[in-house]
């Protein structure tokens, strides 16, 4: 990794993807800390509908993996009910419907 000094001589990196960046460890730790932040508020709004306002100042990096876990578990959840219900529908509208073409054409009408 090339590396270069800024004016007030802190490392930074000179090339590469990570190019400009510090590359110090708490510069790195509050980039890492950031990124799972973000993840966890866009999880958090994708399961639930708004952004979970949960601070994270006094956390460790584990706490907030395990809550970015627990929201991705969520969405996961609820992929797999509305995939099961799809499924059930689909299977009702068959035992019913002519045929399998009408069994979707009403089940595409209902969503």
Known sequence: MQTSKDELGYTVIAA???????????????????ELCGLISDL????MGFRSPIDFSDSGFFQMEMEADYWASCIERELNAEEHARKESL?????????????????KEIV
């Open 16 to 34: 590469g993807v990570d190019a400009g960046r510090y590359a110090t460890p708490e510069v790195a730790s509050q980039a890492y800390s950031d």
């Open 91 to 107: 299977e009702a509208f068959t035992k019913y419907a002519p045929d399998a073409e009408t069994a979707k054409r009403w089940l």
């Open 44 to 47: 958090s709004k994708d399961a």
